[in-house]
């Protein structure tokens, strides 16, 4: 117990040293862009595939609900229901915890790197502000980008139901358009993206914390790897009830 307050106490720390002004406004608009790239646009292939697949599973299970129901459903309800859940809770969450996997690993592995190899010493030496230096421009590209993602999940998981009542026939387009149109709290959208950004924030700050600390050799940034993508999840899933108690309960 008193490791994990210790750690976590690190972890603020750490993140008084990385929320400072960037020393050189140049240097760390490319270092933005590079990052937006790599944790952002090319994370947008597995956040399409993913989301279709879940929207198209999602709306199944519906059906299959809604049929075996005692009371009669109508079946515009399915689109509605399916909309409902990904906006919610999938696009937002499982979303996060994906890329809390593949991104998270990135972080952690490349800053890792740069600490056991002194690149890191090397850059304090210098009089560099190594946190913010190597941190900031991935909380932000995280927190800009991801946003972007969620939303691109919603779009195409809605399709991805649409597309399973094609192959399935179950339900017909008519009515599972109608059940997308029908009205939803507004609050719910920004809902999902207040949860997302929060969520864009664990997953840059715990990774780059964990390969940030890092101390040994290749198979020490291994293990932290592992470590970060265990806890950023873990952490993810706490947010996750702490706001829903917080704004829908």
């Known amino acids: 117990m008193l490791k994990l307050l210790s750690a976590i106490g690190q972890y603020f720390l750490l993140l008084g040293k990385v929320i400072q002004k960037p020393q050189k406004r140049q240097v760390f608009f490319k270092l933005l862009m590079r990052e937006i790239n790599d944790l952002g646009v090319n994370s947008f292939g597995l956040t399409l595939f993913t989301s279709i697949f879940v929207g198209a599973v999602i709306a199944i299970q519906m059906y299959n609900n809604f049929r075996n ?131 864009a924030f664990l997953i840059a700050t715990i990774p780059a914390f964990f390969g940030y600390k890092v101390s040994g050799g290749s198979l020490e940034v291994g293990r932290a790897s592992t470590q970060a993508v265990v806890w950023t999840i873990v952490a993810i899933i706490i947010a996750n009830l702490v706001l829903t108690q917080m704004f829908l309960s």
């Open 69 to 199: 129901s005692s009371i009669p459903i109508p079946a515009p309800f399915i689109g509605y229901a399916t909309k409902v859940v990904l906006i919610l809770e999938f696009a937002p969450t499982i979303i996060s915890v994906i890329l809390a996997g593949k991104v998270g690993s990135y972080i952690t592995s490349s800053i890792g790197t740069m600490r056991v190899t002194e690149q890191i010493d090397a850059l304090d030496i210098m009089g560099v502000n190594s946190a913010n230096f190597l941190i900031l421009p991935k909380i932000l590209a995280s927190v800009i980008f991801n946003p972007l993602l969620i939303a691109i999940s919603m779009v195409f998981g809605i399709w991805g139901g649409h597309l399973a009542g094609i192959a399935t026939g179950n339900w017909s387009r008519a009515d599972y358009i109608s059940g997308i149109q029908m009205y939803m709290p507004p609050f719910y959208i920004w809902y999902a993206f207040l949860k997302t950004a929060v969520f």
